[in-house]
């Protein structure tokens, strides 16, 4: 049994059913993402943790949170969308290509940055505590999309109507 920063309670690999949306994380937390149509919506820039990332990945279908190198990680159909790096002060992120890669940490390397060892990987470093949640939204989501089935998307699509 893993039990995430949020307070829920979940096997290694678990398959989230539909009403995980409808889950809302312990009251201390100071953030809490509201997501609707795979987007969060607007409102002052706060620190992200792992929750809000198992909050925002939960939201879509076929995401199933579990572990990566001993660090908790959230997968589609066994495909690493993301993980908390060892260290725990940033995320380790799968971008669709290297071009993202290079982008994000050119724009904005206050929030992505690399280490040696991602170099050659479509993986970028996130400093949670300074990330804007939009963003990490819109990340979590086009990575989902890349990742996961096309069944899978189109069902989201049409749920949704996006």
């Given amino acids: 049994m893993f039990r995430s920063d949020a307070g829920y309670a979940f096997r290694k690999n678990q398959r989230v059913g539909g009403d995980h949306a409808q889950r809302t994380p312990r009251p201390d937390q100071p953030f809490r993402p509201l997501v609707c149509g795979g987007l969060v ?14 909050a925002l990945g939960l939201a879509f279908p076929g995401v199933e949170l579990g572990t990566s190198y001993g660090t908790p990680a ?7 969308l993301c993980r908390l790096r060892t260290e ?3 995320l380790v ?7 993202e ?23 970028v470093l996130v400093r949670l ?3 804007d949640s939009r963003e990490l939204a819109e990340l979590v989501e086009e990575i ?5 089935p ?12 996006g």
């Fill in 150 to 161: 096309k069944r899978l998307v189109a069902e989201y699509e049409e749920s949704t109507g």
């Fill in 41 to 54: 919506e607007p409102r002052l820039h706060v620190v992200a943790s792992w929750s809000d990332v198992v």
């Fill in 88 to 90: 725990a002060d940033a």
């Fill in 129 to 131: 505590d300074v990330v």
């Fill in 93 to 99: 992120l799968r971008v669709v290509d290297m071009g």
């Fill in 144 to 148: 989902w999309r890349s990742r996961a």
């Fill in 74 to 80: 959230l997968r589609v159909r066994k495909a690493l």
């Fill in 101 to 123: 890669r290079e982008a994000l940490m050119h724009d904005r390397p206050d929030v992505f940055f690399s280490t040696p060892h991602y170099d050659g990987y479509p993986y």
